[in-house]
């Protein structure tokens, strides 16, 4: 989609900080990190989110990269977050479907701050 940033980088029409990449999906590091590890699994094709039908094989895509990103990361086994700010009310800002992998720290049991 033109003017998605999101489609930019994940076609590397403009390059980032790439953790993980395959046919359907790349995974870059957010450049406002909440975490220690803070990566962004996004498709390369065009989602609003994650209510957009999205299809079956590219939400499979999508959580096989999470596990890459964990792995190469380093925490995989000590455990990590991932969250899918959908619309307004969870404050989405960027419209192309992207999930949030955060890790490398204690982030307790709650979820709301
Ligand atoms: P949200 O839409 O609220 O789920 O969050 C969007 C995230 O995307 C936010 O944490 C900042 C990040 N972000 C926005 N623009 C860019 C960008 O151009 N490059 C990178 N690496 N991250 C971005």
């Known amino acids: ?8 980088i994940a076609n590397h029409v403009i390059e980032s900080n790439y953790v993980y990449e395959d046919e359907l999906v790349a995974a870059f590091r957010d450049m406002n990190p909440q975490a220690p590890t803070h990566v962004l699994v996004v498709p390369k094709e065009h989602y609003a989110n994650i209510v957009d039908g999205v299809p079956a094989q590219t939400l499979a895509a999508m959580a096989h990269a999470v596990d890459e990103v964990a ?7 000590s455990g990590f977050r991932v969250i899918a700010n959908t619309g307004d009310d969870a ?12 890790g490398g720290t204690n982030m307790g049991e709650g979820l709301m701050p």
């Open 1 to 8: 989609m033109e003017d998605c940033i999101f489609c930019k």
């Open 71 to 77: 792995k190469a990361e380093g925490i995989r086994e």
């Open 91 to 102: 404050g989405q800002t960027v419209h192309h479907l992207h999930w949030h992998v955060l």
